[in-house]
């Protein structure tokens, strides 16, 4: 959208490559439990679940690191550059008001997201969309949708800092804080819950991040970009459609909990995220 009103659209490189870094490190965090499973036949039982709580904690911590480069000490990089071209814009509220509101929003949508999540296997049997595609497709646009308008808003106004801010910030905080954190929950309530993603969902991960990382790493958009990164997406959502997790043995010891519960857990905290 940005790119339609605009020729060429510019970035800071600093903050986009450091938050590409912190996709990549998380991706990577996310790979191993994974790797660790396909290659040890005759690992323990619960050494992804061990590898994955003990990843989980260094990720959370890089996070709060992350927050205190953003925050603190590099707070002038990720900030917005409007080159004086662009007319002050009237504040509709306050610092108090929008946390505010932000708490009574975030309520909602949180019991909304409970209630989607219970009842997402049966409109997924009921319509015959597979419960996977609503996980990971349908439900990040519809519990998104109001931040995805504001990053669309933003990109068409030149503000490309905020825009990216809202689009790549927010895949770090789900893959740094709103993730990890999960596994941590279930912790602590005893749950086995693993970062295995599986090698389908760990490899289109994967090739997201580099993608984007390589679009963002110029500090220069353009619409080709952007047509490009929807063809990407409509290519992943087409995989998921048609793709099935196959069921472990019987015979077979519990496989710790993995995307099913990553998905209840994350989008009962998506109005957070």
């Not at 191993?32 to 619960?46: A, N, R, S």
């Not at 963002?216 to 995989?239: D, K, R």
């Amino acid at each position: 959208m940005g790119g339609i009103k605009y020729p060429s659209q510019t970035f800071n490189r600093v903050a986009t490559t450091a938050s590409f870094g912190l996709l990549l490190l998380s991706t990577m965090c996310l790979t191993y439990p994974m790797v660790l499973d396909v290659t040890h036949e005759q690992e323990l039982p619960t050494s992804s679940l061990d590898v994955s709580r003990a990843v989980s904690v260094a990720m959370l911590v890089t996070y709060v690191i992350y927050l205190v480069f953003q925050l603190g000490t590099h707070s002038h990089i990720f900030e917005d550059d409007d080159d004086g071209d662009e007319e002050e814009e009237e504040r509709v509220l306050g610092a108090s008001g929008a946390i505010f509101w932000l708490a009574i929003i975030t309520f909602f949508i949180s019991a909304l997201s409970e209630w989607l999540v219970e009842s997402i296997r049966g409109a997924a049997e009921g319509v015959g969309v597979p419960e996977l595609f609503l996980g990971t497709i349908v439900i990040p646009i519809v519990g998104n949708a109001a931040e995805h308008a504001a990053a669309i808003i933003f990109a068409a106004k030149n503000k490309m800092e905020l825009s990216l801010g809202i689009a790549v910030g927010s895949a770090v905080q789900i893959a740094l804080f709103v993730f990890p954190l999960c596994v941590v929950i279930g912790w602590a309530y005893d749950i086995p819950l693993s970062m295995d993603l599986h090698p389908f969902e760990t490899a289109t991960l994967l090739m997201t991040v580099l993608l984007v990382g390589i679009l963002i790493q110029t500090g220069e958009s353009h619409w080709l970009n952007g047509f490009v990164l929807i063809c990407a997406y409509v290519v992943i959502s087409i995989g998921f459609f048609v793709h099935i997790d196959i069921s472990p043995p019987a015979a077979s010891p519990p496989a710790p909990a993995t995307i099913d519960m990553a998905i209840d857990m994350a989008s009962s905290g998506s109005g957070v995220a």
